[in-house]
T-cell receptor, first 113, second 117 residues
Framework: KNQVEQSPQSLIILEGKNCTLQCNYTVSPFSNLRWYKQDTGRGPVSLTIMTFSENTKSNGRYTATLDADTKQSSLHITASQLSDSASYICVVSLMYNTDKLIFGTGTRLQVFP | GAGVSQSPRYKVAKRGQDVALRCDPISGHVSLFWYQQALGQGPEFLTYFQNEAQLDKSGLPSDRFFAERPEGSVSTLKIQRTQQEDSAVYLC???????????????FGSGTQLSVL
């Protein structure tokens, strides 16, 4: 049973457009939620980290939101660029086992010119 | 080094062969993690070291998988008698302290892609 679900599974957008990726989780209680970007053939790179008490965190054109009540998070990408083409993975950290991260399966984003 | 380094980058093994995957974490990083990532899936936790101590190995799928970090820096993930289902990308990550302590940010290597024929 996947405790971190992401949608859509894949997404195609045109360069310059905005998009929003969704993450729903059932992990409880959780300590923090992270978004990672993973380019093909590379390891994931951290974009944002939010604790359960935070509801938004920005990193350049990336803005993550968190609603701990509904157990939902989103990653909004503004003014997309070709280099944004990658998989975006939502990751949740358990409260009582904070070293074990639970990864979603990711959303594969493709940005076309 | 500047980042987490993993070798080899690609490994092809015949079924039944033993393999050893190496991870060289960022200098000074206390915690080291191994993950297994199947095609089209997110990484799944295998094991975790704090310095040389293996604090959690609950994610290792079978006793054919063994990891060590004898001097608290370089780590090796060994897979004995490889099976086709072991084919995946094996990612190593390190962080200054625990994944949820300090900066909390994990730094990943590029992974070793293992193909078992």
């Amino acid at each position: 049973k996947n405790q971190v679900e992401q949608s859509p599974q894949s997404l195609i957008i045109l360069e310059g457009k905005n998009c929003t990726l969704q993450c729903n989780y059932t992990v409880s209680p959780f300590s923090n939620l992270r978004w990672y970007k993973q380019d093909t053939g590379r390891g994931p790179v951290s974009l944002t980290i939010m604790t359960f008490s935070e509801n938004t965190k920005s990193n350049g054109r990336y803005t993550a939101t968190l609603d701990a009540d509904t157990k939902q998070s989103s990653l909004h990408i503004t003014a997309s660029q070709l280099s944004d083409s990658a998989s975006y993975i939502c990751v949740v950290s358990l409260m009582y086992n904070t070293d074990k991260l639970i990864f979603g399966t990711g959303t594969r984003l493709q940005v076309f010119p | 080094g500047a980042g987490v380094s993993q070798s080899p980058r690609y490994k092809v093994a015949k079924r039944g062969q033993d393999v050893a995957l190496r991870c060289d974490p960022i200098s000074g990083h206390v915690s080291l993690f191994w993950y297994q990532q199947a095609l089209g899936q997110g990484p799944e936790f295998l094991t975790y070291f704090q310095n040389e101590a293996q604090l959690d190995k609950s994610g290792l799928p079978s006793d054919r998988f063994f990891a060590e970090r004898p001097e608290g820096s370089v780590s090796t993930l060994k897979i004995q008698r490889t099976q086709q289902e072991d084919s995946a990308v094996y990612l190593c990550a390190s962080t200054i302290k625990g994944a949820d302590r300090g900066s909390g940010k994990l730094f990943f290597g590029s992974g070793t892609q293992l193909s078992v024929l």
